[in-house]
């Protein structure tokens, strides 16, 4: 473009900034301030011409405003746009969104996060005094007298990758956490004080901090779960004090047969008027089936000791003041090759039993890849998830699974995903008496075939 042209375009543009009177007031480093005064005004458009002019190259640096690598007409237009109200700029700010410093899960109230250069945030969080925190992250908060606030702001909350909550164990402070604003989770965390550093640009977060000890309530213990119905009054299960070390209480329980869940309940519970408000020591997460591990405060997990341990008795040993267990047996945990591509039917067949190994897919004879059940006797909806054989030497449902991308799928074929997401459904209104599901475990697809067929 020639000088003269450009000098033309540059009095016209003036002219038309200049008719609006207008100015908005910027903080350092906005776009728009060209010149830095402060605010965006047309001398900033008086800056750009300046330099596509050769007349003064001065604010050469900041005259880039639509960040595409070159100082042209358009950095004029995005100045324009900033004037007359069409720019809305990309929020700068972090707020720690959930149950930190006192905190309820409010979409108008968070801890804001402080910045030098805009990529990297900290702030210094404390949860709550007992149980588990949850948190996420926002870079706006809704306005307080918005009846929409969580959709107001859906855009622009994130949080930890993965499955259900991300808990936040010792193991873990001090390493990077991945975060993403896609299918995000809740950050859980025990009770403690702990300082939150956010890479906003690599979307990592690193915690450090101490959890604070727990001191459990209640000189005594009793187990609840399957060997009493987990009733709140029965109180024929209780745990034995160590004639030596005051902290450490043990139980043995006898007649154990199929799937046995257990949390220990604090004497002082069977006292309350909601018996499950009171203090527990449970597992971190739910179905947790180790034999020896750590104990959280609060009513949180169940722990689980599958069936295909094939236990008849357990000892358990609990140390209140390091919130340790261990549990010896004559049971142990099954043998099961974690890279063994075993797969079985688990849903509406076998009740979802995490034990019952009774429906295997039967691996083809020319394609390793392709696996394939029989199910005769189908009758009603018809719900399943495909589970890896590993599962069954663990925590089941932590495991590995071909699962639906949506609850309740039914259609005859299609994809899998993986992970344990939703199930699928062949409705009773199919009107099948046998399913022949065949799976490839490569391409992620699956197909039925049945005498069923979809209702009209």
């Known amino acids: 473009m020639n000088k003269k042209l450009l000098k033309s375009l540059c009095a016209i543009v003036l002219a038309f900034v200049g008719i609006f009177a207008i100015s908005h007031y910027a903080n350092a480093g906005v776009k728009g301030d060209v010149n830095g005064d402060g605010s965006v005004t047309a001398a900033d458009v008086t800056a750009i011409y300046d330099i596509l002019l050769g007349n003064n190259n001065d604010y050469e640096t ?27 700029p990309e929020p700068t700010d972090v707020y720690i969104l959930g149950e930190v410093n006192g905190n309820s899960w409010d979409p108008a109230v968070g801890v804001q996060m402080t910045t030098e250069d805009g ?34 702001i859906a855009s622009y909350r994130f949080g930890a990758q993965g499955d259900g909550n991300y808990l936040v164990t010792e193991e873990l402070l001090n390493t990077e956490i991945p975060l993403t604003a896609e299918n995000y989770q809740a950050i859980q965390m025990a009770p403690g004080t702990f300082t939150l550093t956010l890479d906003l640009e690599n979307m990592k977060l690193t915690i450090t901090g101490e959890f604070t000890p727990q001191e459990p309530s209640g000189n005594g213990w009793y187990l609840i779960g399957t060997p009493n119905n987990w009733s709140a009054s029965d109180k024929s299960y209780p745990f034995v004090q160590d004639a030596e070390n005051e902290n450490v209480y043990s139980i043995h329980v006898d007649n154990v047969s199929g799937d046995f869940w257990f949390k220990i309940a604090a004497e002082g519970n069977y006292d309350l008027a909601d018996f499950w408000s009171g203090d527990f020591l449970s597992a971190a997460t739910d179905g947790e089936s180790a034999l020896s591990g750590n104990l959280v405060t609060g009513n949180q997990g169940a722990f689980c000791i599958p069936g295909s341990y094939n236990c008849t008795y357990l000892d358990i040993t609990i140390d209140v003041e390091n919130l340790t267990y261990t549990i010896t047996t004559d049971g142990q945990e099954p043998q099961v090759d974690p890279e063994a591509a075993d797969w079985y ?5 076998n009740g979802w039993s995490t034990t019952d190994m009774s429906y295997p897919f039967v691996q083809d004879a020319t394609n390793p890849n392709i696996y394939s059940i029989h199910v005769d006797n189908v009758s009603g909806d018809f719900w399943f998830k495909i589970a890896a054989g590993s599962n069954y030497s663990g925590s089941f449902w932590s495991g590995t699974f071909l699962s639906a991308a949506t609850d309740g799928e039914s259609a005859l074929s299609g994809n899998l995903v993986q992970g344990n997401q939703g199930a699928f459904c062949i409705p009773g209104s199919y009107n099948c008496t046998y399913l022949d599901i065949t799976i490839d475990v490569e391409n992620l697809t699956y197909s039925i075939s049945t005498d069923g067929q979809p209702a009209n």
Request: hydrophobic fraction near 40%; charged fraction near 20%; aromatic fraction near 14%.
């Open 62 to 88: 900041t005259a880039d405003v639509n960040g595409d690598g070159s100082i042209t007409a358009a950095d004029v237009t995005f100045i324009y746009d900033i004037l007359l109200g069409n720019y809305v």
């Open 345 to 349: 039917l688990v849903g509406t067949n």
């Open 119 to 152: 990529k990297i945030f900290t702030a210094t969080i404390t949860t709550k005094e007992s149980g588990f925190s949850y948190f996420g992250f926002t870079k706006m908060l809704a306005d307080a007298e918005s009846e929409t606030g969580w959709d107001d």
